[in-house]
Structures are given as C-alpha cells and as structure tokens.
C-alpha cells in the first residue's frame, strides 16, 4: 500500500458512537532537501493579522464575514477559496464539512480551503496542541505512580486509555494513551506532571500564541467541550506540521496499535502486571468496516464531541509529496463520515499540488529565523563562527592584500554555509516521514 510507518520507538528507551473528547476504543521522514543551489532568497515576513472574536461567543451556523487572515487574505473569506490550474481536477462536491484545509506539509502552501479560520470547537485535535506543547519536557523513560488527584476534573463520558490509581506507568505509555485513545486521563496525568491542569493550559495558549495559531483558546487541554474553547482548520493544521517536527510525536501519532500496562495483580505474594492491546482510533491509519486505511497515511490525530462534530487532522505522503488536511464537523453524519472526507480531500490535494496557485500559507512560528526555523541562529552554527573569523583576521592583516583576499574568500564561503543552512533548515524541517513499502 505505500503506507507510511515509523521505525521503532525513537525516545531514549524505549465501532462504536464516539465519548466525548474523542472516540472509544476500537512510526516518518520527509526526504532531505539537498540544497543543489547556493544561491537562494528570503521572502519577507508574514504580518499575522487576527480579527478579534470573543472565545467565549459559541460558533455560529454560519461563518462570519471577517475572520482573520493570517496566512492570507483569502483565507480569511468565507466559502471555498481554490486557484484551480489548467488541467487541476476540481474540488470534490461530496464534501459537507463546515471548515476544511489543504495543505503541503514542507512549502506551507495552502492548495484550498473553506473556511479556514472559522472558529469552531475542536475536541481531541486539540490533543495536537498538548503534545506539542508538553512532549517535550518528560524523557520517554521517566516514570509516574498516579494519585488519585491526577485524574480529576476530567469531563463526564471523557475517552479514556484505562489509567489505574496507584499504577506505575512511564511516559512512553501516558502518550500511546494520549494519541491511540485519545484517553483524557493519560492527558490529565500528563498534566499533573506538568504542575497541573491550569498550568498547562496557560502553556497551551502561550505556545498557541508562538505558532501564531491565533484563533485558538484553550480552557481544557483534553480537548473536552468548554465554554469558549475554541480553535480553527487552520490553527489545527499548524499544530500538526510544529508536532510533527518531533520524533516522539511522529512515533505516537503514526502507531496503529500498542499493548498498554493493566492492572496489577497479586497471587501467592507474587505480583503481576498484565497487558492489553490498544488500537488507534483514526480510521485513516487503522481501518474500520466500511473503509480502509488511506494510502500514504502517516498521522495525525481525530476528535469528535457533542459541540464540535467529528474532526480529524491527517497527514499523508506519495511520490514524494507531503499533505496535510484538517476536516471539521461535516454535515453530512454517516458513519466515518469525516475520514471519507478528509480522504477525498487528500486525493485532490496529490492530483492538485504543483497545478494550483496556493491561496495562503501556513505561517511559520514567530520565534523563527530568516530561513524559516524556528530559533535559527546562523551565529549559534559552525558556519555562523566562520563568519566572524575571518573578520577579525582581515582586522589584523591590515593593508595587507592577502588578508583582505582571505577574509572577503573566507565571508563568502560562510555566507554560503549559512545560505545551505536556512536553505536546508526551512519550516519545517525536511524530515517528517520515510517511506516504507508495504504488501
């Protein structure tokens, strides 16, 4: 099938209706951009430009007139927003979602969209969010006993993974619980770890903020309906390409199914721990009845709540070409319903890409460099040094033409080093997925 697959863990040491918060229940690089050309050029900077909404107003039947255009102008408008090419196949009919987005994964170009910056609940895409905000700060190994407090607050009819009070698990275990299960308690523990629940969601924001995902306002970090939680296709696409230069989130995100620790029991003074299987709830990666898994899929993660509908954020790879797709509470209420969508989506967007005039992008972090990437600082490289050197030794030659002519050859070796690295290191970075061929 040409699905896309992780490796094993990459951490140091490694159908039924859906619950509230997600669905019930049931490893990628990009290849390296080589940078062939020495020469290269820096588009200017996006000026983000959000329209204010009130996040505590629920989202209306219709989109609003004004909605931001970060990314954009188009993107901004309400309706469908495509350049379509000559030849370009055009949008499927078939798709009722209320907000909808296109996109490649490593240009940021947006193919199409509807809606994008409509602000809608988002259930457990929001996860996106947390593991993108969180993952980092626990090494995979580290373990946590849970207490009883670690698993309050969670929502009524919350999806859970089966986490026990007073078990052992380590971090490694908590996100399998988090991506394939969607299991609000593995979050909330998680967020225990993390001094609390309203500690992370004010790190949520804050990082939600740095993406300059501004349509987005957390109050849970599950992803459970909240008065004003509320996000975009668009805010939840960025969430998923920041993710998705993670190793550890890739791992998760793609992982079909896994053995999660049980319950410990105790007979004759010995102790045991069993296992179960968990299977991930996005049918694009694992299948279900009435559809299979998508060809290329890779991640990334699903939601569905009474508020927000059924959602899902995909990204998918073939011939070389990452996609990424963000489907929101379609209409139409068959069973699967926004997989089918999202799959429709992703076949236009392969038959489309490099034929369509892109009508936004996907905007880098505000934290990145000239290059795009986030915290490049060509000073903090090799190259960046050599730059410096070079000067100083041309200082010291004074009238002399050698050290003049050594340290002009020696600028113009770094500032092509320096060129190969923002070219080589643009948002995102070229290694999200690898491909693996499957019978």
Known sequence: ?????????VSPFSRSRSLRGGEPRSGHRLPL??????????????TAVAVPQSPAVSPSATPPAAM??????LLGRPGTQVNLGSGTAVLPKDVTARSWIVADAESGDVLAAHNAHWRMPPASTLKML?????LPRFPSSEQHK?????????????????IKEGETYT???????????????????????????????????????????????????????????????????????SGLQKKDFREYCSTVRAQF??????????KTRASFEIQNTNRLLAGDSDITPYRGIAGVKN?????????????????????????????????????????????????????VKPVGELVAPRGAGAGGQAGANPSATGAGKASARPGTASARGGSSGVGVAIGVAGGVVALLAVGVFLVNRRWPLPDLVRRRTRP
């Open 1 to 9: 099938m040409g699905r896309l697959s992780f490796m094993g863990s």
């Open 33 to 46: 951009v080589s940078a062939a050309v020495v020469s290269f050029s820096l588009a200017a900077p996006v």
């Open 68 to 73: 931001s255009t970060v990314g954009g102008g």
């Open 130 to 134: 947390f593991a993108d905000t969180v």
């Open 146 to 162: 849970v207490v009883p407090a670690d698993l309050t607050g969670m929502g009524a009819g919350s999806s859970l993974v089966g």
């Open 171 to 241: 971090v490694h275990d908590l996100w399998l619980g988090v991506f394939l299960r969607s299991g609000n308690d593995a979050v909330h523990v998680l967020s225990a770890m993390n001094r609390g629940v309203e500690q992370t969601v004010k790190d949520m924001q804050a990082h939600a903020e740095e993406l300059q995902a501004l349509d987005t306002h957390v109050v849970s970090p599950d992803g459970y309906d909240s008065d004003g939680q509320v996000s975009s296709a668009y805010d939840l696409t960025l969430f998923a390409r």
């Open 261 to 270: 620790p049980g319950e410990t029991t105790e007979k004759k003074g010995k």
């Open 303 to 355: 939601g569905n709540t009474t508020n927000a509908g059924a959602t899902f954020t995909g990204v998918a790879e073939r011939n070389g070409r990452v996609l990424l797709v963000t489907v929101m509470n379609p209409e139409k209420k068959e069973h699967n319903e926004v997989y089918k969508e999202a799959a429709r989506l992703l076949d236009w967007g392969f038959g489309a890409a490099g034929k």
